[in-house]
Each structure stands twice: as structure tokens, then as C-alpha cells.
């Protein structure tokens, strides 16, 4: 059996918010977040057998002593008028050379966390992610949500910060989300179940930084917050956030000040970035090639970071 539930539970209208690892950890960091700020309980897990490789095989006294996988687990917790659930995976199955949930595996692995969330009667899934545009690391990360279903649409614009992905700038009512985040979301609205993607703003320049992005990580949680009709402290994501953001100057003094850049270059980058200060469009103040330009340096820096289930535009 590929689901293990540890207890039986018997829930109020529970909805259930998903995390995975993907661009700047921005998913997987806000339902951890939620998930110790309501101390959320263990109750069950997807064995990982059939989806991942062992991560390391660990051997005490020439004997083999366990196998580790990556772990995906289900949460809850119960409130006065309706419960929560939180499924949290360390990793998402992939196939062809994806870093991204992909193929057979993941698509199974979306259609298990949905038989738990049909088994305890949810309302809404919610899952989160990163969208990769062109804003400023120093301005406020919007939410971007795509929801399953066309009645949850004047719900969402009525949240502050949030926009729907299709009437983001310049998208031309289209939009594509790859991925675990996108795999729930289709095989959700294909039970009849509604789901949501929420996916916060994250700089381009920073989509292979090693470093997580709470910033955007604490504008999902701003939603969930309103959605769930929770209210969770919110202040040591802020300090997270500030952190990370002393860490991102820092590096992008030591860009511009590179030996390894010519001046000149170096110059156009930091003027490109500043401008970014001042807009709140996805299609930016800069050109292709200003990006182009961007990255190919700064990928010279970063050591190569890991991608998710998230949307560029």
C-alpha cells in the first residue's frame, strides 16, 4: 500500500495545502512554516518506494542499518469550526531529465495526495510555488493564483496582493504551471475537487541562488492567512526575510564590484537591477538582452540552484 495512515481522523471540512521543493523553496517553506505554527500532528505518509531513490544508505559496524528516501508526510490540525491538513514531500518525482515533478511517478504521486484528501471529505487543495518575473528583491512579492475552477475567480480579487496569473502584465490571458503544482491542479478538477495555486513573486536574477526567498514565502502566507481564517505570527519569516536579503546585497555588491566582469558590463547590470526598484510589471523595465546579460554573469556566481514546479514569465 502506498499510503500509510498512522491514526484514523475524524475531520470538519478540512482543506489541504501541499508544499514540494522548488524555486527559492518558496512552497515547501510557507506549509512547513504553517505547519510548526500550528503544531500541526503527524498522521500519515505516501511510502516513497516506488518514486525516489535512496537518498544515502547508512552502515553502523559493516551492517546496513537503514535506507533513507526523501519523506512525504501528512499533517493536521483541528480548530473550533473546520481543520486543516498540510501534505509536505522533500522531493518530486522526475523522469527524462526533469528537476521538476514530471511523467508517470509524479502524476501518481498527485493522484495519492488526492485520495487523502477525498478520503477526509476536503473542501479546497491549496498548493504553493515560485513565480519567476521581473521584480525587485528589496519590493514586496506579489501572489500570483491560478485557481482549478472559474467560481473561485471573484474570491481571489478580493484578496490585497494577489492577482490572477492570467491577468498578470503581458500575459495575455494565457499561463502554464509545471510540475507537481500543476499536475494537482489538473488531476483535482478532474475528481470534481477545487484546488488553487498560489505562487509568490520571486527576481529572476534570483531563481538559481542557493538561498530560500521568504520574502515571497510570507506574501503566500499573507493569503493562506486570509483564506484559511487563521492567524499565524508571522515576525521570524520576517526575520528570515531580512537576513536573506542582507545575504542578496551583499552578493550583488561583490557582481558589481567583480574582477571577473568588465566595468562596463558590470555598470549595465547594477543600472538594470536598480531600475527594477520602481515597477510593479512582469514585463519590466529591461530588455531580453539586458536579462540575457544579467544572467550569464550572475550564473557565474551562484553555484547552479535546484528548479521546482513554478512558472517563468
Avoid at 46 to 51: A, G, L, S
Avoid at 99 to 123: M, P, Q, S, W
Avoid at 133 to 147: D, G, N, S
Avoid at 272 to 291: A, L, N, W, Y
Amino acid at each position: 500500500m502506498s499510503i500509510k495512515i498512522y491514526q484514523e481522523l475524524f475531520l470538519r471540512s478540512p482543506d489541504l495545502i501541499c508544499g514540494w521543493p522548488g524555486i527559492g523553496r518558496i512552497g515547501i517553506l510557507a506549509v512547513d512554516y504553517l505547519r510548526r505554527a500550528i503544531a500541526a500532528t503527524e498522521f500519515a505518509e505516501i511510502e516513497p518506494w516506488e518514486f525516489f531513490e535512496p537518498r544515502r544508505v547508512v552502515i553502523q559496524e559493516g551492517l546496513l542499518k537503514r535506507v533513507d528516501f526523501p519523506e512525504n508526510k501528512f499533517y493536521y490540525r483541528k480548530f473550533d469550526d473546520r481543520d486543516i491538513l498540510l501534505f509536505i514531500g522533500e522531493e518530486q518525482p522526475a523522469s527524462g531529465g526533469n528537476l521538476y515533478g514530471a511523467g508517470e511517478k509524479a502524476y501518481r504521486l498527485a493522484n495519492l495526495v488526492l485520495d487523502v484528501a477525498e478520503k477526509f471529505g476536503c473542501r479546497r487543495v491549496y498548493t504553493s510555488g515560485a513565480a519567476v518575473t521581473q521584480i525587485h528583491h528589496l519590493l514586496k512579492p506579489r501572489v500570483w493564483a491560478v485557481p482549478n475552477d472559474s467560481d473561485m475567480i471573484a474570491e481571489i480579487r478580493n484578496y490585497e496582493n494577489t492577482v490572477l496569473m492570467s491577468e498578470v502584465e503581458d500575459r495575455r490571458g494565457q499561463g502554464m504551471i509545471t510540475g507537481l503544482n500543476g499536475l494537482l491542479l489538473g488531476a483535482a478538477r478532474k475528481r470534481g475537487i477545487r484546488a488553487l495555486c498560489l505562487m509568490g513573486e520571486i527576481p529572476y536574477y534570483l531563481q538559481a541562488s542557493p538561498w530560500s526567498y521568504p520574502a515571497a514565502s510570507i506574501s503566500v502566507l499573507e493569503v493562506l492567512n486570509r483564506m484559511l481564517q487563521i492567524d499565524i505570527d508571522l515576525i521570524p519569516l520576517h526575520e528570515m526575510a531580512k537576513k536573506v536579503n542582507e545575504s542578496i546585497e551583499a552578493f550583488l555588491t561583490n557582481l558589481y564590484e567583480s574582477d571577473m566582469i568588465p566595468p562596463q558590463i558590470r555598470t549595465q547590470i547594477r543600472d538594470s537591477i536598480e531600475k527594477m526598484k520602481s515597477i510593479r510589471q512582469s514585463s519590466g523595465p529591461i530588455t531580453e538582452e539586458d536579462r540575457r546579460l544579467i544572467m550569464e554573469h550572475i550564473d557565474e556566481l551562484f553555484k547552479k540552484g535546484e528548479k521546482g514546479d513554478e512558472r517563468t514569465s
